[in-house]
């Protein structure tokens, strides 16, 4: 028998178009087998403005979604931040609605949720993965997005039915929220797709980086280059990337253009891939290596691709940012990127080939497994009045 409806809405791009898709679906899962409806309203950037999300109904691994789309004027970004009309026009069809998810959602339209919530008897929550940086950005963006994170960072998110974060940084930041959960990206490992390949079958050492590098704000990609270029003449290793072009690359670091013409193939891009065959590239390595800069943005997320390399099987090479340590033990499901990166590089190309499979053997797949995180998840939605500081969880706090 169903409990109720949960609505999960936000800027993720159903059914797999950004790593926010993989983290709702993932969670919405658990809400399912523990006895929920989930129904989300996610993000289309092919939609033309004006449609009607009554039109956009589809059937996503079993969940009932619906489509707003992505603003591109001044005008319609000024509507997608502060309007609810979709969100009531999709709350008024759910069945015995418990309670609504806001996924990173912005904060004037995030205010207005709150109020339609608190009217109609919903719990209100949200999961928060970011801590989203204005730095190198147009002084409007600054103004607008600075603005809107300060809101929901620093006064919304303090005053729900429940929170959840992905983070330690972030946990200890709302470490006084009643109803507080840390969720990591998750995965299903009962689906195919994440069913361990065969590795790279010999030859050169391969390393495969996967994701959204995020231009010079996120992933290092040029210091790995740069890593990988004084090695070149000594060691033999394949270092594929996937998720930008090399000419997207050379956009933000052209001073790397002779850099990659001399390592040549060693070095190759891939640029976007649709997420199996991203997967498929990092099965197929020895190693996944992401290098990210120790900041709050970095801090405040964690990585999806980490997950997803545990996830099949394959050992990560990276640095100690957000919470990583919790999960990566040095030496065997993993390295830590450390001082000198092509020092740390040169030892990792010259382990045995019977040491990287020993390690691979060895990993724990399931760390980031969703049927692991069932009691936990449970416990978040129903909370009991001793669970969290600052009483019960249907008090009003508006």
């Known amino acids: ?3 109720g409806s949960i609505l999960y809405i936000g800027g993720f791009e159903l059914p797999d178009k950004n790593a926010a898709a993989h983290r709702v679906l993932n969670n919405a899962k658990i809400m399912r087998e523990l006895g929920y409806e989930v129904i989300f309203i ?3 950037k092919n939609l033309p403005f004006n449609s009607s999300i009554m039109d956009t109904k589809k059937l996503i691994e079993g969940f009932t979604s619906w489509f707003i789309p992505y603003p591109d004027t001044k005008a319609q970004w000024i509507h997608y931040l502060s309007s609810i009309k979709d969100f009531t026009a999709v709350a008024a069809r759910c069945t015995d609605l418990k309670a609504v998810i806001c996924y990173n959602f912005q904060a004037i339209a995030f205010v207005r ?3 339609y919530c608190r009217r109609n008897d919903i719990k209100v929550m949200a999961d928060c993965t970011e801590w989203y940086s204005t730095k190198g950005s147009s002084l409007a963006y600054k103004i607008l997005k600075g603005l809107d994170s300060f809101l929901r960072m620093r006064f919304i998110h303090k005053r729900l039915d429940g929170l959840m974060v992905i983070s330690k940084y972030l946990e200890s930041y709302y470490i006084k929220n009643k109803n507080l959960i840390r969720m990591p990206p998750l995965v299903d490992l009962e689906e195919e797709k994440w069913r361990p390949g065969s590795g790279p079958g010999g030859g050169p050492v391969k390393f495969v980086y996967a994701g959204n590098p995020g231009g010079r704000q996120k992933d290092k990609l040029d210091l790995l280059i740069k890593a990988f270029y004084e090695l070149d003449a000594n060691y033999d290793f394949r270092f594929v990337i996937v998720g930008i072009s090399r000419e997207k690359h050379l956009q933000y670091y052209g001073e790397q253009a002779d850099l990659l013409d001399v390592l040549g193939e060693k070095v190759v891009f891939l640029g976007r891939l649709s997420h199996i065959k991203s997967l498929e590239q990092v099965k197929g390595a020895d190693f996944t290596i992401f290098l990210r800069e120790d900041t709050r943005v970095n801090n405040a997320g964690f990585p999806t691709k980490f997950a997803e390399s545990i ?6 090479i990276t640095n100690k940012t957000s919470n990583l340590s919790d999960y ?3 030496g065997e499901n ?3 990127l450390e001082g000198n ?3 740390t590089l040169q030892k990792i190309l010259t382990l045995e080939s019977s040491q990287l499979q020993v390690m691979k053997q060895r990993m724990d797949r399931t760390i980031f497994d969703y049927h692991a995180y069932l009691d936990e998840f449970a416990a978040w939605l129903e909370p009991r009045v001793s669970a969290f500081p600052g009483g019960n969880i249907n008090a009003d706090v508006s």
């Not at 996830?311 to 990560?316: K, L, R, Y």
Request: net charge positive; hydrophobic share 50%.
């Open 328 to 330: 990566l033990c040095d």
């Open 334 to 336: 993993g390295f830590w």
């Open 341 to 343: 990166i092509a020092a």
């Open 1 to 3: 028998m169903l409990k």
């Open 113 to 115: 949720t709150m109020k």
């Open 42 to 44: 996610s993000v289309n």
């Open 311 to 316: 996830s099949c099987g394959v050992p990560v």
